[in-house]
């Protein structure tokens, strides 16, 4: 399984509405996407517009390919895209280890 | 429960090192501190010498105060930060919403 990492910095003052559409986004489109195992979205105390977002893939071009080239991601940016403040910063990961 | 996030960079070439060390620092010394919950280490796939590691506390102060302010923080840096190729950049997020 692959980790993607996403920065995201968005307007200030729009954190209620962001977190209703990224909820909205993963749910309704990310989530049906092939190979897609499961999301956590992060909202920062000390910088309160910034998220980091962490889709679980079970293999990177599930990601990269899959999903970045089909329709469902074009749907996904037309819902979350409005609130960046930036480009978000993507990478991807693998697990060297947890304790839980 | 809060989420640390810290943004790791090595100096090149050390990752079998760096990978052992940063398991036995996280077992060793901060999974005993209070308020410890778990710990998640992620190696980079474009960025090899980038880590995130996440560690998962009770609460913010678990963190800020309990363990930056113990003898638990030299040790792990000790055991660590020889590997660093700047200091890390840590920031603290709450859980929005996750599916697994």
Avoid at 5 to 28: C, R, S, T, W, Y
Avoid at 57 to 80: G, Y
Wanted: net charge negative; with cysteine; aromatic share 12%.
């Amino acid at each position: 399984m692959i980790l993607e990492l996403a920065e995201i910095h968005i307007h200030p003052g729009q954190q209620n509405e962001f977190d209703l559409a990224i909820v909205q986004g993963l749910k309704e489109v990310v989530s049906h996407s092939k190979g897609f195992c499961g999301y956590k979205v992060n909202k920062g105390i000390e910088s309160p517009e910034r998220y980091v977002l962490m889709i679980f893939w079970e293999t990177l071009e599930n990601h990269t390919v899959d999903f970045r080239e089909s329709e469902a991601f074009s749907a996904w940016r037309t819902i979350v895209g409005p609130f960046f403040a930036a480009p978000p910063v993507v990478e991807h990961f693998t697990l060297l280890d947890k304790s839980i």
